[in-house]
């Protein structure tokens, strides 16, 4: 095997999470290779269905400070409006009373993605786009690793964020995953609405699972609009994708309220299930999970791409500290570092994810009643609801 193409960093998927990752290590200094198994031209076209996250104000300061800052790319959030559909509790979550003025933006995917990758092209990194890693094995003091040309290489570290099916984490994390089947399917799509939405984020809890409004971008005539994403039992998913988009924007407004006016227009639907997903370890020989490929939430909180993002950042202050101190950042005990800081905090929110999935999306008179006593308390708490607040920001 060829020795000449040697890497401190190795990354499998370009991704948001993935990229991100790469943008903090060139900006650190360190020879790195990224390679994405989609072409070019597959990673620069527009995405059809506009999905969209969340991206939290912590997040929006580590992408900052790569050079990416979303308050370009996408629509603020100042407020959070969630109520249950079956009771009168609810609770309304400002920016200012966590200290910031903002929660976060709503951004494309697709378009923060490609920001991030001209940033690297800016930066002189050249992405490996159509090259997955088909083999990798940890030997001694690298991984070295084959990709889909045959072409060889190594690196001190392997990070994979290839998503929930990753076949590298299958390869070289063999550690039990903890899986959660919610019966839920998501929709998403961008609507066009009635009356502007003044920047805030709407989350209804219907009996049969949340259903999102978020603040979205104008379209070019100066049209508001807004991102959805509706959980829903999967019968009644289906239903919802067979309708025709009159009979779906009537459903959606007896479904939400009033609080935008009429939903005009609709752009394209799509849907795919919901589960959770947390692999019980996330660090093997050399190699390192991050994003997807090590947790996956429930979206009611659109917190998992701001998780990853918190992966990307603690993975580089690992390794940053290690070479601070001389260490090898592929050692276990580098990693474990790592692991012990982000491990616990994604397990409690998948786990948490679920278990307001499974509360809200109950029927019970009983737990009906636990849910407006839980959302008064946190209402009126001011601790509680700072608390709620700062988290929900990623601070």
């Not at 996330?282 to 917190?303: C, F, K, M, N, Q």
């Not at 950042?313 to 101190?325: C, G, K, S, V, Y």
């Not at 307001?356 to 708490?381: C, E, K, P, Q, Y």
Request: proline residues 4%; neutral net charge.
């Amino acid at each position: 095997m060829s020795d000449n193409a040697r890497y401190d960093l190795v990354i499998s998927g370009a991704g948001m999470v993935g990229a991100s990752l790469a943008l903090a290590a060139q900006q650190a200094g360190l020879r790195i290779a990224v390679f994405e198994k989609r072409s070019a031209a597959a990673c620069a076209a527009a995405d059809p269905f506009d999905r969209a996250s969340l991206i939290a104000t912590g997040s929006v300061r580590f992408l900052t400070s790569l050079g990416v800052d979303p308050a370009l790319l996408g629509s603020a959030v100042e407020r959070m409006r969630v109520w249950d559909a079956e009771d009168s509790g609810g609770i309304h979550l400002d920016a200012e009373e966590g200290g910031e003025d903002l929660l976060g933006y709503i951004v494309e995917n697709r378009r923060l993605e490609q920001a991030l990758h001209t940033a690297l092209e800016e930066a002189g990194l050249y992405i490996h786009y159509g090259r997955e890693i088909t083999g990798a094995a940890p030997d001694g003091k690298a991984m070295y690793i084959t990709d889909a040309s045959g072409t060889p290489s190594r690196g001190t570290l392997l990070a994979i964020a290839e998503g929930r099916q990753s076949p590298l984490r299958k390869a070289l994390i063999q550690a039990p995953i903890f899986r959660e089947s919610y019966g839920q399917d998501a929709i998403t799509a961008t609507v066009w609405i009635e009356k502007p939405h003044r920047h805030i984020a709407y989350q209804r809890f219907l009996p049969t699972g949340p259903l999102a409004v978020l603040p979205f971008s104008d379209d070019v005539h100066g049209r508001a609009r807004a991102s959805i994403v509706w959980s829903a039992k999967q019968a009644r998913a289906r239903h919802l994708m067979a309708l025709n988009d009159a009979r779906f924007l009537r459903e959606l407004h007896e479904a939400f309220g009033p609080q935008l006016g009429h939903f005009q227009e609709i752009g394209r639907r799509s849907s795919y299930p919901l589960s959770g997903l947390h692999s019980s370890r996330y660090i093997g020989e050399r190699s390192v999970l991050l994003g997807d490929t090590a947790h996956g939430v429930h979206p009611l909180a659109g917190l998992g791409v701001n998780l990853g993002f918190r992966d990307a950042e603690q993975l580089m202050a690992a390794i940053t500290t290690a070479r601070q101190h001389h260490e090898d950042w592929g050692e276990a005990s580098v990693l474990r570092r790592y692991q012990s800081l982000r491990r616990p905090d994604n397990l409690v929110t998948v786990l948490a994810c679920g278990a307001l999935s499974h509360l809200f999306s109950n029927r019970s008179r009983g737990l009906a009643r636990l849910r407006d006593l839980g959302m008064l308390g946190t209402g009126v708490i001011s601790p509680v609801k700072r608390f709620l607040i700062r988290q929900a920001m990623g601070l």
